[in-house]
């Protein structure tokens, strides 16, 4: 799931990027009247970035309709996302181990806490 959903990012950034491009040329354009002319090759690039991010949005959604709790993450995904908001509030790694054990029963816990309370760690260094 997380492939698809970098993919579906990078799909994003570069629309973003080619709707910057246009937006640059628009606004490099000083024409006597309100007429604007736009290079074809950026339009079309541009309604191709557009149609790829759609479609891939569309298989994500897809995708998520299909798993059966409908928010598309699985345990451990689950796990890592309750670890680092346990770790954000300032719980002891030791309660975050015994909650994940407990509810989840995933043998990689112990590395889904480490990445979080690292990651935290990361964050508050910056």
């Not at 975050?96 to 590395?111: I, N, S």
Request: hydrophobic content about 40%.
């Amino acid at each position: 799931m997380a492939d698809g959903t970098s993919g579906l990012y990078e799909s994003i950034d570069q629309v973003r990027a080619q709707a910057a491009a246009l937006q640059e040329s628009l606004a490099s354009v000083r024409a006597a009247d309100d007429t604007v002319t736009v290079p074809g090759d950026l339009i079309e690039r541009l309604d191709a970035g557009i149609k790829r991010a759609r479609a891939e949005i569309a298989e994500m959604q897809s995708r998520l309709s299909a798993q059966p709790n409908g928010d598309g993450l699985d345990d451990a995904d689950r796990a890592g996302m309750i670890a680092l908001n346990m770790a954000l509030n300032g719980a002891p790694r030791t309660e975050t181990d015994r909650y994940l054990e407990q509810t989840f029963g995933l043998p990689d816990r112990e590395r889904i806490v480490e990445a979080a309370y690292e990651q935290v760690k990361r964050l508050r260094s910056v």
